[in-house]
């Protein structure tokens, strides 16, 4: 509680950031629940490290701020080929899904 007595003393208006970015977390975890029980959760699992991998690739391209020499390569193979993967993964999925029926 003191945490936020300093902060309701330093800047009140940034405790409404704190309220909402609860509100929004809550409404995150509602939908990512829905996606489990809609979904199977190892689809839910292969979504949040798509989501991950592409705003890692993202910021590298964006910002630049890729390591020098063969480290930088590493970083953006190691998410593209994330991101082929998941791709790759839900392919075969359909595919699979689609020649049952």
């Known amino acids: ?3 936020f007595g300093e902060l309701l003393r330093a800047n009140p ?3 409404a950031y704190v309220g909402l970015s609860g509100v929004l977390a ?3 975890n509602l939908f ?4 489990v029980v809609k979904l199977s959760p190892s689809t ?11 705003t890692i690739l993202i910021a590298l391209v964006v910002f630049r701020e890729l390591p020098s020499g063969p480290k930088g390569a590493l970083a953006l ?10 791709a790759l993964y839900n392919m075969l999925k359909r595919g699979r899904s689609k020649a049952r029926a």
Do not use: E, M, P, R
């Not at 990512?32 to 996606?35: A, G, P, Y």
């Open 77 to 86: 193979g190691a998410a593209a080929g994330n991101i082929a993967c998941f």
């Open 44 to 54: 839910t699992s292969f979504a949040g490290n798509f989501n991950k991998a592409a």
């Open 32 to 35: 990512v629940t829905f996606l």
């Open 13 to 15: 208006g940034a405790l």
């Open 26 to 28: 809550f409404v995150f």
């Open 1 to 3: 509680w003191h945490v």
